[in-house]
């Protein structure tokens, strides 16, 4: 559901509005005058911050550089380096 609100309203207004109503639930959070009222309120700003975090972690991933080409060779070459030294290890 986050990801096609995300695609539908754009990443930018979908967050701005999950940080208003998280911050609108947390001010009627302290306004509740029953447990009920109170449990409600946190469901709602559940809702907030859950959809907030979910388009926070997308945009971390798509704020990185494009993939290239070497960067699995890169790790292959780690990879089998660390492999090497970890059996070196394990002999001595």
Do not use: E
């Not at 946190?42 to 959809?51: A, E, M, N, P, T």
């Amino acid at each position: 559901l986050n990801g096609w609100l995300t695609a539908y309203f754009g990443r930018k207004r979908f967050y701005a509005g999950c940080l208003t109503i998280f911050t609108v639930a947390s001010f009627m959070c302290g306004t509740a005058h029953s447990i009920w009222q109170l449990t409600f309120y946190r469901i709602i700003q559940g809702f907030g911050k859950g959809g907030a975090g979910a388009c926070r972690q997308s945009a971390r991933t798509g704020m990185g550089a494009p993939p290239r080409r070497r960067d699995g060779r890169m790790k292959k070459t780690i990879g089998r380096a660390a492999r090497k030294t970890m059996a070196q290890r394990r002999k001595t």
